[in-house]
């Protein structure tokens, strides 16, 4: 039962992919053919990397994560919200 | 591949010859450790089950019969818990140094040391906890050390540094688990994709949170990576500083130092860099991984043992100097006594092991020696544990008033016991770890690979 319930756990929810992938080995043929994509007005690319890499985040024109300022804002809410219990 | 992407691909960082290292054969290498453990693993693991039930028992028998049995008498009423504990959050201290500190400043080694390091202080920190617990010989109450709200309106002291530590350890804990966990994320996707075991791969699903390696993980990993690294820096710093209060806030002679936090907090470094020495020998050794934790990175650490070393030597002398100088005749006495008195021998020990040994890694041939090595870091460690036996036993068994020095503590076998067991307990989560979740950082040493390029690269 147990083992059951462990592989209703990792079943994969259905695939629900529309578009095109491709595969590629070399880096820069990733870039041309981000770049050329996105040239012909197809946005919303996704990169699969087992690394990340500076030409494919420049070829997407990824801005920096907002994680780095979200969390500092929350981090800041949560100390003043403990403040304000405490006092 | 063809033998000129393989040799692209080559480790961009290795000095040593070795095998090629490509994308491939970096998941193979560091993936195969996860595999199905051997009868080696499986001997050491269980003599250490062994000693953590002997660790175990001696606490079972300090909670029946009282914590009389640790061998506590005035005026040593710590001794060697509290050693042990400062001991296990200086070991503790190393992980976030390498992992946040070194991130911060883009030191390369890391990436293949990190992970090890930061695993050390998930379970240093584990360890350093049970002390205080065990120390009060009724750890069931252990609750008590926390600030929750009660009818009877009690609160513990704030202005103890004690109850500064409970914060300073939590937090630290909290930082450091939350840090290696998000640092394994991608590691942990590869073994996912790998592992053909429904239970592992539970866990790896679990542990690997979803990811995929897309654009935008990647993008959002590092943001929240960096952050952690800037939030735990401080702590480095914070983490044994507290703990030096402990002591230093104290009016008792040898503790009441202002020098007392930068002291110990290069004496957690020193130690803890010396305990991932000592754990990435053998690993390095164990799995046939010279080519990625190559010599190169060894020594690097060596040589950061060699800077703490330095300082924690001034250290002695400066505590030495400034008791020889200042107008306080108790203090000068203590001093005199740790180095001369019945205690002189772990003095010995601790200034033998810290400072003299660690000069011979001045030595080009010394820092590349492994077995050398792994015996000089061993003594650091050793020498460390006995620097906090040093400074409690010889402070508190020579006051201000001489009609209590009397030398009458010795260290009793439940002591040792669960100092042994301390040990057992730390290796147990360490031979777990690396059998189960990937010990180095598959995805950061990828990183030092040259990426394939069709072209120059931009």
């Not at chain 1, 629900?16 to 043929?29: E, P, S």
């Not at chain 2, 202005?159 to 804990?173: G, I, K, M, Q």
């Amino acid at each position: 039962m147990i083992g059951r319930l462990v592989d209703k756990l990792l079943q994969s929810p259905p695939p629900n992919y529309h578009g095109v992938m491709g595969v590629y080995y070399y880096v820069d043929d990733v870039t041309e053919a981000v770049k050329t994509l996105r040239e012909h007005g197809h946005n919303g690319l996704s990169v699969f990397s087992p690394v990340p890499h500076h030409d494919i985040e420049r070829a997407l024109d990824q801005k920096s994560s907002l994680v780095r300022w979200a969390s500092p804002a929350v981090s800041r809410c949560a100390s003043m919200r403990g403040c304000r219990i405490r006092w | 591949m063809s033998s000129d992407e393989a040799k692209k691909l080559s480790h961009a960082a290795t000095a040593d010859a070795g095998p090629v290292i490509t994308q491939k054969s970096l998941n193979d290498d560091l993936l195969r450790m996860i595999s199905r453990p051997g009868r080696l693993w499986w001997a050491i693991f269980i003599l250490d089950l062994v000693i953590l039930s002997i660790g175990g028992l001696a606490e079972r028998n300090q909670i029946v019969h009282g914590i009389g049995v640790a061998g506590h008498t005035r005026p040593v009423m710590w001794a060697s818990y509290v050693a042990n504990f400062v001991f296990w959050v200086g070991i503790a201290h190393c992980g976030t140094l390498v992992s946040a500190i070194l991130f911060l400043f883009r030191s390369h080694f890391r990436r293949a040391v990190y992970r090890v390091a930061e695993a050390m202080t998930v379970f240093g920190v584990l360890t350093a906890g049970l002390f205080p617990l065990l120390h009060t010989g009724r750890p069931w109450f252990a609750y008590w050390l926390f600030p929750y709200p009660n009818q009877r309106g009690l609160w513990p002291n704030f202005r103890s540094p004690l109850e500064w530590d409970v914060f300073a350890v939590t937090t630290y804990l909290t930082i450091s688990s939350i840090f290696f966990l998000v640092g394994i994320i991608p590691d942990a996707a590869a073994a996912r994709d790998r592992t053909n075991n429904r239970w592992l791969k539970l866990i790896y699903t679990v542990f690997s949170m979803g990811w995929t390696g897309a654009n935008n993980q990647w993008k959002n990993f590092y943001g929240a990576y960096l952050y952690f690294a800037a939030i735990a820096t401080p702590l480095v710093l914070s983490v044994h500083s507290v703990v030096s209060w402990d002591f230093a806030m104290s009016q008792v002679p040898g503790w009441h130092s202002t020098i007392f936090a930068p002291y110990f907090v290069a004496g957690a470094i020193f130690s803890g860099v010396a305990m991932v020495i000592n754990l990435l020998i053998p690993i390095r050794k164990a799995f046939k991984l010279e080519h990625i934790v190559t010599v190169d990175h060894i020594e690097k650490l060596s040589k950061l043992v060699l800077l703490t070393s330095t300082i924690v030597g001034y250290s002695y002398l400066c505590e030495f100097f400034s008791a020889w100088y200042g107008p306080n005749p108790i203090e000068r006495d203590m001093f005199w006594w740790r180095a001369t008195g019945h205690f002189a021998w772990a003095f010995r020990i601790m200034f033998t092991c810290n400072v003299i040994i660690p000069l011979s890694l001045w030595f080009k041939p010394v820092r590349r020696n492994m077995p050398l090595l792994f015996v000089l870091c061993l003594s650091v460690n050793v020498g460390m544990y006995f620097e906090r036996f040093v400074i409690i036993v010889t402070s508190l068994a020579h006051p201000f008033n001489p009609s209590t020095w009397d030398v009458n503590y010795r260290m009793s076998w439940t002591e040792g016991a669960i100092l042994a067991g301390s040990f057992a307990w730390f290796f147990m989560f360490f031979l777990i770890f690396v059998r189960l979740l990937p010990a180095f950082s598959i995805a950061e040493i990828k990183e030092t690979l040259a990426a394939p390029m069709r072209r120059k690269p931009s």
